[in-house]
């Protein structure tokens, strides 16, 4: 008789240990998945906050002179088919040295245009290119590794333009 109860009481021990553990178990997973969705929301927020991308164009479009031109990259992006807008607004003289503009994080190409003109008023070709997540670019939110990629496309652009080192400012 003593040795029935004892397995009872093991039995409804094990029964106890058991529930308590898949309840223990859930309340993990559920912590790990609301800390990871968490995670996820907070990178994209900081991302936001610390880059400011504006995208789309001014209410204004650009003025731009005759010989300028708009143009967009398509870029090989393992998240889809993304482009990179850029201005090129060569100088009068065609000796002059070539600026590549990189605007930033406060604003687009079109925010910045004043700026644009007077580097071109001072003397020089600029080729200026809006990141993903700014301007015409791609909407994204965008990170330092995005930065950097496009900031290679755009020197890429920027050799094409003008093959001579020597002329080149940054």
């Known amino acids: 008789k003593s040795h029935g109860n004892r397995f009872k009481r093991k ?12 309840a223990l178990t859930a309340s993990v997973l559920a912590g790990v998945l609301f800390a990871t969705s968490g995670c996820a929301w907070l990178d994209s927020r900081q991302r936001e906050l610390i880059y400011r991308p504006t995208p789309a164009q001014a209410a204004s479009t650009a003025n731009l002179q005759a010989g300028d031109s708009q143009y967009h990259v398509k870029l090989s992006d393992p998240n889809g088919a993304e482009q990179l807008a850029f201005w090129w607004l060569p100088n009068r003289q065609p000796n002059a040295p070539t600026l590549l503009y990189l605007h930033g994080t406060f604003r687009n190409l079109y925010g910045n245009q004043r700026k644009i ?48 080192p020597t002329k080149r400012v940054i």
């Open 117 to 164: 003109e007077s580097l071109r008023t001072a003397g020089f070709s600029v080729l200026a290119v809006d990141y993903r997540g700014w301007g015409e670019s791609s909407p994204r939110i965008p990170s330092e590794q995005s930065i950097l990629q496009d900031a290679q496309v755009a020197w890429q652009e920027f050799t094409k333009y003008q093959p001579n």
């Open 11 to 22: 039995n409804k021990l094990a029964r106890s240990v058991k529930g308590a553990l898949r």
